[in-house]
């Protein structure tokens, strides 16, 4: 199969460029390092060491005996992607080639008009270039939990029946977004919906919660092949830097009362079910939407997970509480579907048996390059926050 990444190099994108390519697909990366511009001006970086691009894909080559061709500019440029949809001829689209953060969307109006600009004229390029040049091609775009929010209702995929003065209907779930970011998915959503019904494309909208994981198969066959692995109050996860922190020593940071719950997965089982989905197209004129998740967490669920596990290394771990810089629900009912990706055979791997091995070592291993202060939260969502930690509160093992 040609399969066309765009944001292949990204935190996810490298690795499913890898992914394919190793298991014989012909693979083409689209990249414009905007990711790697953010970082210098947030004044922040991987905590892995990522080598460019271009010797990324050199060392692939040396290393497997295998190619991966090169894109290099911007999505939102119409006449570059184009002519890569024109000339490469993807059979499937996966598309992680957008800014991936709530808070950088919510630092000031320029910063959220910039995600808004990348994230929706980016997908609609992608759109009208499959329009004109690839009409049979597949988009596997990555999309969000965090476009349904957190309502006192169970989570379909995607789509629910609903009866309304006596007639019925089958109509997408109501969105409730938490950042301009996350409504930038929910834009998306709209557009690739409305393209495959006026076009006839054939899309996947994957829901995905929170990805964590260092190592994959491929890239741990070199250091050169490494992906990125974000800590930082823009681009990290909860999880992402409850770790570092754990290795740093800083208390935990919780954001209030810590009871918000999410849905959670391996980076590894992220390639399963792109893998999956790729394998297993829609029909032309339909846009499915998978909810991809493995486990559920609290906040403080994840925190006292991440200290069990920081314990078997020797660390000593604190978890304090912090005045939350979002605007959320601090308790909510949570219980999204994820069987689709299920059924077509998702295997996954779970937290408490990848936790210290695949992340919390790893991490160690670079605790130099740990910058302390890009972990503390300072962008918020209203003015008037405050960066002091509320309390710094002892948990018994028994409360996990």
């Not at 339909?286 to 609290?298: C, D, L, P, Y």
Request: aromatic share 10%; proline share 4%; with cysteine.
């Amino acid at each position: 199969m040609r399969i066309l990444i765009l944001g292949g190099d990204g935190y996810l994108g490298w690795a499913t460029a890898m992914y394919f390519s190793q298991r014989g697909h012909t693979v083409g990366v689209v990249d414009n390092f905007l990711r790697r511009q953010m970082h210098a001006e947030r004044g922040t970086d991987s905590l892995t060491p990522i080598h460019s691009l271009h010797a990324r894909v050199d060392a692939w080559r040396e290393v497997t005996g295998r190619a991966i061709e090169m894109f290099v500019g911007d999505i939102q440029d119409w006449f570059f992607i184009s002519k890569v949809i024109a000339d490469f001829k993807p059979e499937a689209i996966v598309h992680y080639g957008e800014i991936p953060s709530a808070p950088y969307s919510m630092i000031d109006v320029h910063h959220a008009v910039r995600v808004h600009e990348n994230n929706v004229n980016g997908t609609l390029n992608v759109l009208w270039a499959m329009h004109q040049f690839a009409p049979d091609s597949h988009l596997i775009k990555l999309g969000t939990m965090g476009e349904y929010g957190t309502p006192n209702v169970d989570i379909p995929e995607g789509y629910f029946e609903v009866e309304y003065r006596g007639r019925k209907d089958v109509l997408p779930f109501p969105k409730q977004a938490g950042s301009f970011y996350h409504l930038t998915k929910v834009h998306d959503s709209n557009n690739i919906m409305f393209a495959c019904k006026i076009w006839g494309l054939r899309a996947t909208d994957l829901n995905q919660g929170v990805v964590y994981g260092i190592e994959t198969e491929e890239s741990n066959l070199d250091d050169r092949l490494l992906t990125r692995f974000d800590y930082d109050e823009s681009f990290g996860t909860a999880l992402n830097r409850f770790c570092v922190q754990a290795v740093a020593g800083i208390p935990l940071t919780l954001y209030g009362k810590g009871h918000q719950t999410r849905g959670y997965l391996n980076i590894l089982d992220t390639l399963q079910c792109v893998e999956l989905t790729a394998l297993h197209p829609p029909q032309p004129g339909q846009m499915r939407v998978f909810n991809q998740w493995v486990e559920h967490f609290s906040v403080l669920d994840l925190a006292l997970h991440v200290r069990t596990a920081a314990r078997q290394v020797g660390l000593d771990v604190k978890i304090a509480h912090y005045i939350n810089p979002r605007v959320e629900a601090e308790e909510h009912y949570y219980n999204p579907d994820h069987n689709e990706l299920y059924g077509l055979g998702l295997k996954p791997h779970l937290l408490d048996d990848t936790l210290v091995e695949q992340v919390i070592k790893r991490i160690i291993q670079y605790k130099d390059r740990i910058i302390q202060h890009s972990i503390i939260p300072r962008i918020y969502w209203q003015r008037g926050g405050t960066e002091d930690y509320v309390e710094i509160v002892e948990y018994e093992d028994n409360d996990q």
